[in-house]
T-cell receptor, first 112, second 117 residues
C-alpha cells in the first residue's frame, strides 16, 4: 500500500526562524507532491506542489524533492505566528490529480 | 480563482437520521469531485470519487449504501450520510479540480462538520 509519512510534531519554531518539515513516501512511482496548510477547523489550502527533483521556491516557502531518497520537504523561512498550523504532505493516488493520499500532517507552532 | 463551496458548514443530527452535504464548484465545471473525511487529529482520507452522470467510485472500506453520492450536474455533488451514527461524526471535505491547464489546481471546499448525537 502506498504510504505518505510525516512526523506529527508538534514542531516548535521561534518567530523568524526556519521551519523544516519532512515527508517520505513509499511509492517510487510517485511523480508529484503537494504541501497543504490546514488551520484548526478549516479545510486544507494549497501552499505549493513540486514534481521535479530539486528545489522550488515561492515566497517564504521552499519545497525540496529527492526522488532517489523518496522524500520531499518544506522549508518555511522567517516563520510567523500566522504560520502556526498543520502542514500536510500529499501525493496523487494513481494517475488522478484529484485523488490524494495525505500524510498525517505535522503541527507547527511558531512562538513569538 | 476557482472556488468550491460546501453547505452546510455545521450540522448536528440525531442518530438514525440522514444528512445531506452539498459541494458546489462556483466558477468552473467539475466533471469529477472528491469526498474526503477527517476525524479529529487525523489526516484526510479519501472516501469516494464523484463522477458527473455516473456512479461514484468508493475507496476500500467505505460503504456505498451508507454514503450516497450524487453528481447530477457539472457544478454540484452531494453526499448523503444515511442512518447516521455517532461514529460518523467527522469533518467532511469535498474537492474539485479546475480542468484548466495548470497542474495542481485542486480546490477544497470549506468542509462540513457533522456531529451525530
Amino acid at each position: 500500500q502506498k504510504e505518505v509519512e510525516q512526523n506529527s510534531g508538534p514542531l516548535s519554531v521561534p518567530e523568524g526562524a526556519i521551519a523544516s518539515l519532512n515527508c517520505t513516501y513509499s511509492d517510487r512511482g510517485s511523480q508529484s507532491f503537494f504541501w497543504y496548510r490546514q488551520y484548526s477547523g478549516k479545510s486544507p489550502e494549497l501552499i505549493m506542489f513540486i514534481y521535479s527533483n530539486g528545489d522550488k521556491e515561492d515566497g517564504r516557502f521552499t519545497a525540496q524533492l529527492n526522488k532517489a531518497s523518496q522524500y520531499v520537504s518544506l522549508l518555511i523561512r522567517d516563520s510567523q505566528p500566522s504560520d502556526s498550523a498543520t502542514y500536510l504532505c500529499a501525493a496523487p493516488q494513481g494517475d488522478s490529480w484529484g485523488k490524494l493520499q495525505f500524510g498525517a500532517g505535522t503541527q507547527v507552532v511558531v512562538t513569538p | 480563482g476557482a472556488v468550491v463551496s460546501q453547505h452546510p458548514s455545521w450540522v448536528i443530527c440525531k442518530s438514525g437520521t440522514s444528512v445531506k452535504i452539498e459541494c458546489r464548484s462556483l466558477d468552473f465545471q467539475a466533471t469529477t469531485m472528491f469526498w474526503y473525511r477527517q476525524f479529529p487529529k487525523q489526516s484526510l482520507m479519501l472516501m469516494a470519487t464523484s463522477n458527473e452522470g455516473s456512479k461514484a467510485t468508493y475507496e476500500q472500506g467505505v460503504e456505498k449504501d451508507k454514503f450516497l453520492i450524487n453528481h447530477a450536474s457539472l457544478t454540484l455533488s452531494t453526499l448523503t450520510v444515511t442512518s447516521a451514527h455517532p461514529e460518523d461524526s467527522s469533518f467532511y471535505i469535498c474537492s474539485a479540480k479546475d480542468p484548466g491547464p495548470l497542474m495542481g489546481e485542486l480546490f477544497f471546499g470549506e468542509g462540513s462538520r457533522l456531529t451525530v448525537l
